[in-house]
Nanobody, 124 residues
Framework: QVQLVESGGGLVQAGGSLRLSCAAS?????MGWFRQAPGKEREFVVA????????YYADSVKGRFTISRDNAKNTVYLQMNSLKPEDTAVYYC????????????????????WGQGTQVTVTS
């Protein structure tokens, strides 16, 4: 069993930046971020594999968000720049114990473990 703990959410003005962190209690292979806005389905944001050799971004965040990992700390980060009000959501960290293809990374059912979520609010 792997536990995931997110941190770094908060309130920011449009155009600002935030950095989210997700610390895993054990080693994982694929880690990613999803988000859920009020009244909407949870949607994929970005994910990558342990080596970073495979990374997949949702079109809505390409060029603005960057995922990175510190494998020594079992931690994944999400740097969010040029934030927009539509980025407002609860952000969830997810982890899988196996390699996921780029196509599979966007599928919630492929991930075995989830964090509790951290709120990101972007004001206009």
């Amino acid at each position: 069993q792997v536990q995931l703990v997110e941190s770094g959410g908060g309130l920011v003005q449009a155009g600002g930046s935030l950095r989210l962190s997700c610390a895993a209690s054990g080693r994982t292979f694929t880690m990613g971020w999803f988000r859920q806005a009020p009244g909407k389905e949870r949607e994929f944001v970005v994910a990558n594999t342990w080596s970073g050799s495979s990374t997949y971004y949702a079109d809505s965040v390409k060029g603005r968000f960057t995922i990175s990992r510190d494998n020594a700390k079992n931690t994944v980060y999400l740097q969010m720049n040029s934030l927009k009000p539509e980025d407002t959501a609860v952000y969830y960290c997810a982890a899988a114990l196996r390699w996921l293809s780029a196509q599979s990374m966007s599928m919630r059912r492929q991930y075995e473990f989830w964090g509790q979520g951290t709120q990101v609010t972007v004001t206009s």
